[in-house]
């Protein structure tokens, strides 16, 4: 069973930069899917970003396109997402997923369809 497990997170001021880490222990995340999700306080959890297995393809959701990017290393077995121009919005807690099925199938941005969690990073965005 896949174990994810995110850092990289943390305390920054509005306009800052943060990037998140998502490594995979346990078994190889190569053959998945991965995605980050965040949950604010008393919101339900949310799509950010996604990308294919290969790395060649990617979703972003419209709220952080244009200041996010996913991206992903194989041979590290782990998965990023690069964080810029922040705001206070942005503030949550992060979390990363494993997805089998494939990106074609357009299922990336619903959290049912995410088959392991990691334990979730919080970012904090001060205004």
């Known amino acids: 069973q896949a174990q994810l497990v995110e850092s990289g997170g943390g305390l920054v001021q509005a306009g800052g930069s943060l990037r998140l880490s998502c490594a995979g222990s346990?078994?190889?995340?190569?053959?998945?899917?991965m995605g980050w999700f965040r949950q604010a306080p008393g919101k339900e959890r949310e799509f950010v970003a996604a990308i294919s297995w290969s790395g060649s393809s990617t979703s972003h959701a419209d709220a952080v396109k244009g200041r996010f990017t996913i991206s992903r290393d194989n041979a590290k077995n782990t998965v990023y997402l690069q964080m810029n121009s922040l705001r206070p919005e942005d503030t949550a807690v992060y979390y990363c997923?494993?997805?089998?099925?494939?990106?074609?199938?357009?299922?990336?941005?619903?959290?049912?369809?995410?088959?392991?969690w990691g334990q979730g990073t919080q970012v904090t965005v001060s205004s």
């Open positions: 346990g078994r190889t995340i190569t053959n998945y899917v």
């Open positions: 997923a494993a997805n089998r099925q494939s990106f074609a199938s357009r299922t990336y941005n619903q959290r049912r369809a995410y088959d392991y």
